[in-house]
């Protein structure tokens, strides 16, 4: 750690913290760093048996529940799986028919002439936890949209073998091969999750890291798909024994030749720091066998970010030219490249020598970059922006001052396409590059496909570059855009985004659509007539079996918050019936969620998740309060800092709306309002929920005003947020004084009142941050005596993210909201995920188990379990 003092700026004018002062922490015994001390562990399996005696009634609902979640659900991650066909019957309950299904096929031509190329999907199957990854070979040059699938994909059959009686399904598409067959890995384990899997260049082997145990440490696989040989990729002898295997952050690279990685390396405070190449094919094709020592020489070394404060991406463009390595930390940014189809003659030269820096970091300065034909498109809030704007420069030209504004030059007067200012934001660029075979007699230099916001919606759009063009002005890029196209769609709230690509060279980029009553579907939007409705083809649209669209309605609307000036957008959905509930006048059981941080937003997106909720007649809210990232980044930016507390606010704005002009009998004083939500509950009708720092967001909104909610759920939640901001041991601590606001450095200036500790002191910080943090801190603020609503507070033992909270942070919550509040409050439930950490993993049927215990408590709550 520095020995100088780290201020929030180096202008800051607030005092420093001095003399120290300590944090009450009296649970602090429950901090084991290598989660191997019998008492802590006989603690958290006792509050799991509580947990399970207390709630030992709902068992047949979560049963119940589950099944129906199985049923109605059918996926994990619900951007993942896409469609059931739409000849299938809806049925009840568990069947194979709603558990098997695939997504859509995405082309992944060949580079070689007269190469393979394949059509790349992943697949579940009945009874199975994970999916398989597959492929099939494209039939020919001229398809490029996906083929029909099989008659009878989704059918099981039964054979005789050696082993007994096995099963097989059939392939979806002709000659499909699986080149990772997760539920094969995940026997013997009690946790698995997947981190990435790269397809080599060639389509040879296939590189994953896997996660098995749950602390988000993935080790690193390649396997020859032809042969299904796997290896574990081992150390090297830099790091000890060759025995051991590597050990990275989950996210892995290619070369151009398909025969050596990058990987990135994490440090002792989980934060990815080093980049390294690793040689893993030699020159004859052969496997180097690193645990027999047949290396030449230890990886290389690329990058070294010693900044605390910043972490290490790597990502390859699109195109697959460039290595992307990029350093940041909350407020700015460093871009790196490395080219990966050098000229002849620069062979000779190490990889290190040759990553190249875009830009050196400024303060309060991000930006990122996206290859397009010679140009670095650059996305960045340069000069104070309130969002990112689209400048441009040549490859190899390098400063943030020849930085030049993207303009449309499809008007009169050259106009910027994205200025940075509030009206518009920008949030990714992906560029294509399609064959002149297929474009127009002119076809342009290429397309991007822009992601952003507008109106407080996702939206998409297609830019079109022409030729280079000398602009008079020398603000401007030479690279133009001839047209730009805003894609449009048919309801007024949706979530839009790009779906599965892996081809730059195709006509078409495949756009993913939902809403809050529109299962997802993915559709191919052709690149030269966007705006040509008629031209789009579904690809596939999800079925969900027994979902009636017309049983259900949604809304957007407003919320004003407490300042009188800033409106809360609040998105809203329901089972039609609820309004018979509404109109006469009683209180209809509502569900509130939120987020609220590190500008993510929560967008108007399907979740079948919600229909158990929703059949119920539970109406389902988001707050997309301040701290997301809805509103663009003055959204994000209105809530950190010394002006975190404005997520809590708005939170409890939009719950009071929910609950206002409703009597406790449930009789009616004005429902003359436009909106379906104002005094649609009342405070023994209203549940919230959070999950990471969402569960910041409940806990301290439920200190603010614990009477408003009859239950809430907090989900690994980020509840300690003075301790854990004091300490730079914990896992990421440094990078969030970015989030939350440096209250010291580390160790430093703090004590703790604790058995476990105190911690040493050095030097001191800004006491403002510490004084604001320990304003809101949800441990800090229980308010003793208040009544509490019911509460479910989820952990997982082996959770390194100081973010949503280590698996300490939930369990001393849990303590101290039982010790401080009323013997009136409802029961506090600590349910702590003895095998995982932050995530449930990629196993389907936990993640349906663990929703079917959330909803059974807060439908108990509710008084809705029928």
């Not at 384990?189 to 260049?201: E, K, M, R, T």
């Not at 996210?251 to 990815?272: G, I, K, Q």
């Not at 992601?451 to 602009?471: A, C, Q, S, Y």
């Not at 609820?578 to 590190?598: C, D, I, M, Q, W």
Request: glycine fraction near 8%.
């Amino acid at each position: 750690m520095p020995s100088t003092p780290m201020r929030q700026s180096p202008s800051s004018p607030h005092p420093l913290l001095s003399p120290p002062r300590a944090i009450p922490n009296p649970y602090g015994w429950m901090r084991d760093d290598g989660r191997t001390n019998a008492t802590v562990l006989d603690h958290l399996r006792a509050e799991n048996e509580y947990g399970e005696r207390a709630t030992s009634h709902l068992d047949d609902l979560r049963e119940g529940l589950y099944r129906e979640c199985v049923c109605v659900c059918a996926y994990l991650v619900e951007s993942l799986l896409e469609t059931m066909p739409k000849n299938r019957p809806a049925c009840q309950l568990l069947s194979c028919v709603q558990e098997t299904d695939y997504t859509t096929p995405a082309l992944k031509t060949s580079r070689s002439p007269g190469g393979k190329g394949y059509w790349y999907y992943t697949r579940f199957e009945e009874g199975q936890s994970y999916p398989r990854y597959c492929r099939a070979p494209q039939s020919s040059p001229d398809e490029l949209m996906p083929p029909p699938v099989n008659g009878g994909w989704d059918v099981k059959t039964l054979a005789n073998s050696t082993d007994g009686v096995t099963s097989t399904m059939g392939h979806v598409l002709p000659d499909e091969e699986v080149y990772l067959d997760v539920p094969a890995l995940a026997v013997d384990g009690a946790y698995l999750a997947v981190g990435d899997i790269a397809i080599s260049p060639d389509q040879k082997y296939v590189v994953y890291t896997l996660d098995e145990r749950g602390g988000e440490t993935c080790q690193l696989y390649v396997k020859d798909i032809e042969l299904g040989m796997v290896r574990t990729v081992m150390r090297d002898r830099r790091n000890g024994s060759a025995d051991v295997p590597l050990e990275c952050d989950g996210s892995v690279v290619w070369n151009d030749a398909s025969d050596a990685l990058f990987y990135v390396t994490m440090d002792d405070a989980h934060r990815p720091h080093r980049l390294y190449h690793r040689r893993i094919i030699d020159s004859f094709g052969n496997w180097i066998d690193d645990a027999e020592d047949r290396r030449n020489e230890d990886d290389e070394l690329l990058l070294d970010e010693t900044d605390e404060s910043y972490n290490l991406r790597i990502a390859k463009s699109f195109d697959g030219k460039y290595l992307l390595v990029r350093s940041s930390s909350k407020e700015s940014s460093e871009v790196r490249y490395l080219d990966l189809r050098p000229e002849a003659g620069s062979e000779g030269t190490s990889l290190a020598k040759r990553l190249v820096c875009i830009a050196r970091r400024k303060r309060k300065v991000l930006y990122r970059v996206t290859h397009c034909r010679g140009y670095w498109l650059v996305q960045t809030n340069i000069g104070g922006l309130p969002n990112l704007s689209l400048k441009a420069c040549r490859v190899g030209e390098e400063g943030m001052d020849i930085w030049k504004d993207v303009v449309r030059s499809d008007s009169d007067v050259p106009v910027p396409a994205f200025d940075g200012g509030h009206e518009r934001s920008l949030d990714g660029v992906t560029v294509f590059n399609p064959s002149a075979g297929n474009a127009s007699p002119s076809p342009p230099l290429s397309f991007a496909v822009v992601t952003g916001r507008e109106d407080g919606m996702p939206r998409v759009w297609i830019l079109e570059f022409g030729e280079e063009e000398t602009h008079a002005s020398n603000d401007f890029s030479q690279l133009r855009i001839s047209r730009m196209t805003r894609l449009e769609f048919d309801e007024d709230a949706y979530d839009v985004g790009i779906g599965g690509n892996r081809d730059p060279s195709l006509p078409y980029v495949v756009i993913c659509y939902d809403s809050l009553l529109t299962p997802p579907s993915h559709f191919a939007v052709p690149l030269h007539s966007p705006s040509d409705m008629s031209t789009r083809k579904v690809l596939k649209a999800k079925y969900v079996p027994g979902y009636s669209k017309d049983l259900y309605a949604c809304e957007r609307t407003t919320v004003r918050s407490r300042d009188g000036k800033t409106d809360i957008p609040v998105s809203l959905v329901y089972h039609r019936d609820v309004l018979k509930e509404r109109n006469n006048g009683f209180a209809v059981p509502t569900h509130l969620y939120g987020y609220g941080s590190y500008g993510a937003s929560i967008e108007a997106s399907f979740r079948s998740t919600r229909l158990p909720l929703l059949n119920r007649k539970v109406v389902y809210a988001l707050a997309h309060v301040r701290g997301g990232g809805e509103m663009g980044r003055p959204w994000y930016d209105d809530a950190k800092y010394l002006t975190k507390k404005n997520s809590f606010n708005d939170f409890v704005d939009v719950a009071r709306w929910l609950t206002s002009d409703v009597t406790n009998d449930g009789s009616d004083k004005n429902l003359a309002e436009t909106s379906i939500g104002k005094g649609i509950t009342n405070a023994s009708k209203l549940s919230c929920e959070g999950r990471s720092a969402g569960g910041l967001l409940v806990g301290a909104s439920l200190n603010q005003n614990p009477e408003l909610f009859r239950a809430a759920i907090l989900g690994v939640p980020f509840v300690d947020v003075a301790c854990t901001m004091t300490d730079a041991t914990i896992p990421l601590t440094v990078a969030e004084w970015e989030e939350w606001g440096n209250p010291n450095e580390g160790s430093i200036g703090i004590t703790l009142t604790s058995y476990h500790y105190p911690w040493k002191i050095r030097n001191c910080h800004d006491e403002k941050f510490f004084d604001y943090i320990m304003s809101y801190s949800p441990i800090n603020n229980i308010k003793d005596g208040a009544v509490y609503p019911a509460c479910l507070i989820t952990g997982g033992l082996h959770d390194p993210r100081v973010q949503a909270s280590e698996y300490w942070e939930p369990a001393k919550f849990c303590a101290e909201l039982r010790h401080r509040s009323s013997d009136k409050s409802g029961p506090v439930v600590l349910k702590m995920d003895m095998d995982s950490g932050h995530f449930s993993g990629s196993d389907r049927y936990k993640y349906f188990r663990d929703l079917a215990y959330d909803y059974a408590f807060l439908m108990d709550a509710l008084g809705c379990t029928s």
